[in-house]
């Protein structure tokens, strides 16, 4: 039987596989990006493809056996603390050898799925993030022990999204009472204790090294995280932080994302400090600068791609 061969689509939107939906901005970018190229655009989910090598060449393939032609451009919308090193890293390892253009790349989103790693090319590119404690696989108890420790500090797991797995430890004492029922998966985080920002923190998102939009979160009933995902308020403040939003782009590009949700927290004297960066940043419809940022990047990534190599 002859193989068939999927019809090539320059652009592709790549989510987690079945059942997860999508978050409404992904749903909506999707929207975007197909009516802007049509049948150039497909959306695919991790679970629909298979690998291949064959006769020494990178394939893909459906479960069906089609053959899916190599995309020019990848807009990846997955979370990178759901990504796995044998699973989904493997497939945007394959795309990028076939020669897609990734948004983002491989390793940026492999430096936002770890807190740490994140801090490590932060804090290297010379930008202010609060003092934090980490350990690989020392015994959680010696770290409480160390004299490097401090409290107050805001607790984390290395890995963790929407505000989830994140505490204010105001002593010593009460993670020595609770240390047995923390998750202990992954490695935890001691973070310095902004008090200035206790409930607060301005999410900045930034394309392609410019800032498209900007909110300050506020959260509800004096909670330590202000994310939306934990019943934070929010309300636009686009240009109302220069120095803040210039600080975001920097480490956009520390981190080497074309796109990217920047935390920053409000530190003493109107000074901010970077909390985290997330490779796959969710927006608000009121924040109506992103999309047309985020086609205008395709475009221009496809056009670079589609370019006509000259010599010099």
Not at 50 to 59: A, D, F, I, M, S
Request: proline share 6%; glycine share 8%.
């Amino acid at each position: 039987m002859a193989r068939t061969t999927v019809q090539r689509a320059d652009v592709w939107m790549l989510v987690r596989e079945h059942p997860t939906v999508p978050v409404a901005s992904t749903l909506r970018l999707a929207g975007a990006l197909a009516e802007a190229h049509g049948s150039r655009f497909a959306l695919w989910r991790t679970d629909e493809l298979v690998l291949g090598v064959r006769g020494g060449r990178l394939e893909l393939y459906t479960l069906g056996g089609e053959r899916v032609p190599a995309p020019t451009v990848v807009c990846v919308r997955q979370v990178p603390g759901s990504m796995r090193d044998e699973r989904e890293v493997t497939l945007l390892r394959h795309l990028r050898r076939m020669g897609a253009v990734l948004l983002n790349p491989v390793d940026a989103h492999l430096a936002c799925r770890n807190k740490f790693q994140q801090l490590q090319e932060l804090a290297l590119a010379g930008l202010p993030v609060p003092d934090t404690l980490s350990y690989t696989n020392a015994p959680l108890e010696g770290v409480l022990h160390s004299p490097r420790f401090r409290a107050p500090c805001v607790v984390k797991a290395v890995r963790g999204s929407k505000g989830g797995q994140v505490f204010l430890a105001p002593d010593t004492r009460m993670l020595h009472d609770v240390r047995g029922s923390l998750a202990l998966h992954v490695p935890l985080l001691f973070q310095e204790y902004v008090a200035g920002s206790h409930g607060r923190d301005l999410r900045v998102v930034v394309v392609d090294g410019e800032p498209v939009a900007a909110e300050t979160r506020t959260a509800r009933d004096g909670a330590l995280t202000s994310n939306l995902a934990t019943g934070g308020r929010a309300t636009l403040c686009a240009g109302e932080h220069p120095e803040a939003e210039e600080l975001a782009v920097r480490a956009a590009r520390a981190l080497g994302l074309a796109i990217a949700g920047v935390d920053l927290l409000f530190g003493p004297d109107d000074t901010f400090v970077v909390c985290e960066v997330n490779a796959v940043p969710g927006w608000r419809p009121g924040m109506t600068g992103v999309t047309p940022a985020v086609l205008a990047l395709v475009d221009r990534s496809l056009a670079a791609a589609e370019a006509p190599v000259t010599e010099h």
